[in-house]
């Protein structure tokens, strides 16, 4: 299998180009570098993957490069990239969101209408249910987008349903429910617990610490977005979570143990755009795609306090 994978240098596109390498696939690998968090920790993500015989590295914006001859070359494409962030996504910066995360789908979607593509894999998002009463949020539930960025995301899986539809463009698109592991981005809640810990400073959380998640390992997503390549239904929409829900306050028992240090609570101000809970079916993914999420909160916490630690050079 010939990949093209977009947002190649960020936290699930990085762990996906380095499975489907070590699988023996190539892989064409796009990463426009946006400034929404360190280039550095995005160099680093890439630097594995350079040293591959099998990846082709392109900088540049999937609006302004030449898709069709990259498309020409692949089976599948892995459409990852996407301007990231509820919080950040209100206001003057809105209109990099739709840039990013609505036009730069729609030209992917446009330059695979005449290809032989076998699929698309597109990366949503829990955030397009947003405030939905639906508990566990299941693929046939109302929408609620609670955020911009949602709206976006929402937008661009319409967007794949409308190829799918008039064009058979062979679409699938995951929803992904809370990602956590090495490699997670500076913004997300686990990477600011960690590295507040090691800096011996208070953890910030958003409101009371009651809001549930689903958690999901970065393991468990990229098995299955690579199996979504081999099995999903074209014009299938397949949440991605752990299947279960806890509260946010649980995590902070296992962060005192695995770190081996006291935390300090710190409660702000509840943001903009922040849902009160997640919690996906997962009964369609495990049907169609053989899902069977097998990562525990704690191993994943240990395994991304490694990394922390690594990076931050944390004692």
């Known amino acids: 299998m010939n990949c093209l994978v977009t947002g190649a240098a960020g936290f ?83 209109a990099t969101y739709t840039k990013n995360n609505i036009e730069a789908t729609q030209k992917i979607l446009e330059a695979s209408k005449k290809s032989k593509i076998k699929k698309i894999v597109y990366a949503s998002s829990s955030s397009v249910y947003g405030n939905t009463p639906d508990l566990p949020m299941k693929e046939t539930s109302r929408l609620f987008p609670y955020s911009p960025y949602g709206v976006t995301k929402l937008a661009a899986e319409n967007l794949c349903s409308l190829y799918y539809e008039n064009y058979g463009v062979p679409v699938v698109s995951l929803r992904f429910f809370t990602v956590y592991g090495p490699r997670q981005r500076p913004d997300m809640a686990f990477h600011k617990f960690f590295k507040a810990i090691g800096e011996n400073r208070p953890i910030e959380i958003y409101g009371s610490g009651e809001q549930t998640r689903d958690f999901t390992y970065i ?29 946010l306050s649980i995590v902070f028992p296992l962060l005192e143990k695995i770190c081996g240090k006291n935390v300090t609570i710190k409660n702000i101000e509840t943001q903009k755009g922040d849902v009160k809970n997640t919690y996906a079916s997962i009964s369609r993914a495990r049907k169609d795609l053989d899902y069977n999420p097998r990562g525990t909160l704690q191993e994943g916490l240990q395994q991304e306090w490694l990394w922390i630690k690594k990076i931050y050079s944390f004692k």
């Open 12 to 94: 699930i596109g990085s762990h996906l180009c380095e499975k489907l390498l070590n699988s023996g696939f190539s892989v064409i690998g796009i990463d426009s570098f946006t400034d929404y968090y360190s280039r550095e920790l995005k160099k680093k993500n890439l630097s594995y993957l350079l040293e591959k015989q099998k990846f082709e590295f392109i900088k540049g914006d999937i609006n302004h490069i030449d898709l069709n001859k990259h498309i020409e070359k692949s089976d599948t494409v892995f459409h990852l990239a996407a301007q990231a962030g509820v919080r950040a996504s209100w206001g003057d910066y809105f």
């Open 219 to 247: 393991d468990d997503i990229v098995n299955a977005t690579i199996t979504a390549a081999e099995k999903g239904k074209p014009g299938k929409i397949y949440n991605l979570g752990s299947g279960n829900h806890q509260k």
